[in-house]
């Protein structure tokens, strides 16, 4: 148990269809991260949120729609996806960010989604 | 931007014997090379991680070294045991950037 829970686990959805995926970290972090996780690819990082601020943006389609309401959670949120878009999301999150900071990341469990 | 290369992608050593994973990254300015365990159905954990100013870090059977002149970083698994098995990835934060950039991913087995 990492500190970092991620909802649902588990999810199949049309292309048509619109959902959310939540992160929630209880470590006390001021940053968090989504990476998407395809077959016999690297983790992908998607974006980097820091004390609620978005800083990183990794050229990720618009039908990917992040929010972080407070340091704890982070949402994404889905809509119109391609079965190209199936893969495993991780949420991670960290003290802090930036160059002079080494701050480890903590994964969550991810959720598996799947697009139909 | 950073890029991370990770050999081999699957590796087999017997029970009891050492295994060693390579990475290299390509951005100089990078300072933070961690690395990770992958089980199934869980998120990477990680296992040690090593900064730009040290050039080799040990925690038990797990050791990692950086060689920042030819920029690569190796994973040095010692005695291993059963429970070793899992993906490993490697990773850098390259110089400026504030998420990771990983390396493909090794699938150890630990042959009984």
């Known amino acids: 148990e990492t500190g970092v829970t991620q909802t649902p686990r588990h999810l199949v959805m049309g292309m048509t269809n619109k959902k959310s995926l939540k992160c929630e970290q209880h470590?006390?972090?001021?940053?968090m991260y989504w990476y998407k996780q395809s077959a016999k690819k690297p983790l992908e990082l998607m974006f980097v949120?820091?004390?609620?601020?978005?800083?990183e943006n990794n050229s990720v389609p618009s039908r990917f729609s992040p929010e972080c309401p407070n340091s704890s959670h982070l949402f994404l949120h889905l809509h119109t996806l391609q079965p190209e878009d199936s893969a495993l999301y991780l949420c991670?999150?960290?003290?802090?960010?930036?160059?002079?900071?080494?701050?480890?990341?903590?994964f969550g469990p991810g959720t598996r989604l799947t697009v139909l | 931007g950073e890029n991370v290369e990770q050999h081999p992608s699957t590796l087999s050593v017997q029970e009891g014997d050492s295994a060693v994973i390579k990475c290299t990254y390509s951005?100089?300015?990078?300072?933070?090379f961690p690395w990770y365990k992958q089980e199934l159905g869980k998120g990477p954990q990680l296992i040690i991680d090593?900064?730009?100013?040290?050039g080799e870090k040990k925690d038990q059977r797990i050791a990692v070294t950086l060689n920042k002149t030819a920029k690569h970083f190796s994973l040095h698994i010692t005695e291993t045991q059963p429970e070793d098995s899992a993906v490993y990835f490697c990773?850098?934060?390259?110089?400026?950037?504030?998420?990771?950039?990983f390396g493909k991913g090794t699938h150890l087995i630990i042959q009984p």
């Open positions: 470590l006390g972090h001021n940053a």
């Open positions: 990773a850098a934060r390259g110089g400026g950037a504030d998420g990771l950039t």
């Open positions: 090593i900064r730009s100013n040290v």
């Open positions: 949120y820091n004390f609620k601020e978005q800083t």
């Open positions: 951005d100089s300015a990078s300072n933070y």
């Open positions: 991670a999150s960290s003290q802090g960010i930036g160059p002079s900071s080494y701050n480890e990341q903590f």
